[in-house]
């Protein structure tokens, strides 16, 4: 099922509408692709934004940092007002005239107000949903975390309700009277790769690689 | 020459300190490698983070956006206060622990107020600064601005004096008592990777792949 997020004015933007996507199929799949997202927040009345890491679980972004971190700290009343994006580069857009270079990109924004998890089991759940978005299959095969462990985390919860994504693909788009100049136009793709895992220096030679890193 | 950045209450990290970066060379190699940024502005009281495409001239940051945009038209009368934040991420990094996984990343965060720049010569040079961010070289390989396509777009620039970067690398660090454990450790790297360069479809086929794509 598609569900669609409706559009706010939080949320519309206001160049390249054309580019605005709102069905729940694009922002969960940027969401679930970016490894990481940037957390926007006010500090003191100013703009913050930190890079940090993040799984989406059903309709419901999460967010983990330590306890004692500026956002988790500011979050504990009643909530934190966040702005969440997160961004995947897809390629370089080069066009012949200077003005139509481009990115291909896909992006996701989540406006909203982050509240902490405070349900131990919920936080438990998070921290698990969090590994197996690093690599699927880790959360089983690593030590838990201890009580003590877990108070030091924290969890912060943003609901999926103001949510808008924003895609460009595609060649560049240059004006017709500019596509006769001897300049090279094209796309040069971009991809996140993954290079061959390399073990701890402490790590035990006979233990294998797990299949999920293969 | 190394110049140091002050560290300041707004580029203080409160957490892993030691990861903290205050030297030019690292803040520079950061935004000079990174080819995209997050914005970070209020607009109406909330937070929002925008990603976008940057470029460093010597001490100051610039962002290009069209002239019609939220955070160039906020910034019109006496600028805009404004965090930009550019991410590198290097690599998962699995512990045998849950709490220790963490990632291999390079950020820089750039705080303060940004302005809009309104010198033409001044517009186009950086401009030009940004094609060449994307690849060195096209600035001179494609066709110019025109008087309307400038003034469509909008620069705002952005001191570098309220800066920090934050740099983790190297290998999973675990709790001895876990070293033990059955589980693979160690780091996946990741790298953001040029694949090869696609031409446009309208492309004259003779039109030579330029050297810096090569």
Same mark, same amino acid.
């Given at each position: 099922?598609?569900?669609?997020?409706?559009?706010?004015?939080?949320?519309?933007?206001?160049?390249?509408?054309?580019?605005?996507?709102?069905?729940?199929?694009?922002?969960?799949?940027?969401?679930?692709?970016?490894?990481?997202?940037?957390?926007?927040?006010?500090?003191?009345?100013?703009?913050?934004?930190?890079?940090?890491?993040?799984?989406?679980?059903?309709?419901?972004?999460?967010?983990?940092?330590?306890?004692?971190?500026?956002?988790?700290?500011?979050?504990?009343?009643?909530?934190?007002?966040?702005?969440?994006?997160?961004? %995947?580069?897809?390629?370089? $857009? /080069? *066009?012949?005239?200077?003005?139509?270079? #481009?990115?291909?990109? !896909? @992006?996701?924004?989540?406006?909203?107000?982050?509240?902490?998890?405070?349900?131990?089991?919920?936080?438990?759940?998070?921290?698990?949903?969090?590994?197996?978005?690093?690599?699927?299959?880790?959360?089983?095969?690593?030590?838990?975390?201890?009580?003590?462990? %877990?108070?030091?985390?924290? $969890? /912060? *919860?943003?609901?999926?309700?103001?949510? #808008?994504?924003?895609? !460009? @693909?595609?060649?560049?788009?240059?004006?017709?009277?500019?596509?006769?100049?001897?300049?090279?136009?094209?796309?040069?793709?971009?991809?996140?790769?993954?290079?061959?895992?390399?073990?701890?220096?402490?790590?035990?030679?006979?233990?294998?690689?797990?299949?999920?890193?293969?």
């Amino acid at each position: 099922m598609v569900l669609a997020y409706h559009p706010k004015p939080g949320t519309t933007p206001t160049r390249y509408p054309h580019r605005a996507r709102y069905d729940s199929e694009t922002v969960h799949q940027i969401l679930d692709e970016a490894l990481t997202c940037h957390l926007g927040y006010i500090r003191a009345g100013r703009p913050v934004v930190l890079p940090t890491m993040h799984v989406r679980c059903g309709e419901t972004l999460y967010i983990h940092g330590s306890s004692g971190s500026g956002p988790m700290l500011a979050a504990k009343a009643e909530g934190l007002p966040v702005c969440v994006t997160a961004t %995947l580069v897809d390629g370089l $857009v /080069l *066009a012949r005239s200077a003005m139509h270079h #481009s990115l291909n990109y !896909r @992006s996701a924004v989540v406006m909203g107000t982050a509240h902490l998890v405070d349900d131990r089991e919920q936080k438990l759940q998070v921290l698990r949903a969090l590994l197996d978005h690093i690599r699927p299959g880790r959360s089983v095969d690593c030590r838990p975390p201890t009580r003590r462990e %877990l108070a030091a985390t924290a $969890v /912060l *919860a943003l609901g999926l309700a103001e949510v #808008s994504a924003k895609v !460009r @693909s595609g060649g560049p788009v240059d004006d017709p009277e500019d596509c006769a100049l001897p300049h090279w136009a094209g796309v040069v793709p971009l991809t996140l790769t993954a290079q061959t895992p390399q073990p701890a220096v402490d790590l035990d030679l006979a233990t294998p690689l797990p299949t999920y890193l293969r």
